[in-house]
Structure formats: structure tokens, C-alpha cells
């Protein structure tokens, strides 16, 4: 099983930028599936991104496409994402996450293994 920790978390003001890392533990990383979801205080966790295991598609949830970039480094087990304009509402919590079927989801329930999450704080 893959353990991962995200990093890169902070307080910033809207229109600000900001870079994500999560770094995996294992030598399966370059095989599985990746996604970014958030979770707000009193809210769902909701998807973000996702990225296949070769890099080479990606996938974005509507309220992030255009603002953030997910992508990764097989070679350092490592898997980003940038975040661009951020926004008040963008304040939560943010989880890399990794499944072992070669599809994209934007299902949690489809990941089987999660970071602690970072928190990210958007002031206006």
C-alpha cells in the first residue's frame, strides 16, 4: 500500500498562487492513478484532478479547469498541484489520493489511499 503526504499548504489572498506536493512512499507509485480532491469545514470531499499513471492525461473538475495544473514525477514519487487566481472559496483542506484501476475517477470511494491533507487558507 502507497503512504503519501502532502505539502506546500498556506495562507494566501485571493489572486495568489500556490504549489501542492505529494510525495508517495513505494515503488508501485508509477503504476497508480492519482487525484487531488479538497474538503471545506461542513462539506463533501470534492474531486479536483486527476492524472493517469504515465502522466499523460488529465482530468479536471469544472470549478478548477483553467486555474490549476495537476501533474507528477514518476522519477522523484512525487505529484503536484498548481494552483493559480486562488480564491476565497477555494479554503479547505486538500488530499492527494491513488487508485489501482487504470481509469480516471472523480469518485473518493474509488481511491484506496489518502494523504493527512494540507490546509490551504484563501483570504479575501
Known amino acids: 500500500q502507497v503512504q503519501l503526504v502532502e505539502s506546500g499548504g498556506g495562507m494566501v489572498q485571493a489572486g495568489d498562487s500556490l504549489r501542492l506536493s505529494c510525495a508517495a512512499a513505494?515503488?508501485?507509485?508509477?503504476?497508480?492513478?492519482m487525484g487531488w480532491f479538497r474538503q471545506a469545514p461542513g462539506k463533501e470531499r470534492e474531486f479536483l484532478a486527476a492524472i493517469t499513471d504515465n502522466g499523460g492525461s488529465t482530468y479536471y473538475a469544472d470549478s478548477v479547469q483553467g486555474r490549476f495544473t495537476i501533474a507528477r514525477d514518476n522519477a522523484k514519487n512525487m505529484m503536484y498541484l498548481h494552483m493559480n487566481s486562488l480564491k476565497p472559496e477555494d479554503t479547505a483542506v486538500y488530499y492527494c489520493a491513488a487508485r489501482q484501476y487504470y481509469s480516471l475517477s472523480t469518485n473518493p470511494g474509488d481511491y484506496s489511499a489518502w494523504g493527512q491533507g494540507t490546509q490551504v487558507t484563501v483570504s479575501s
Open positions: 513505494g515503488r508501485t507509485f508509477k503504476y497508480l492513478f
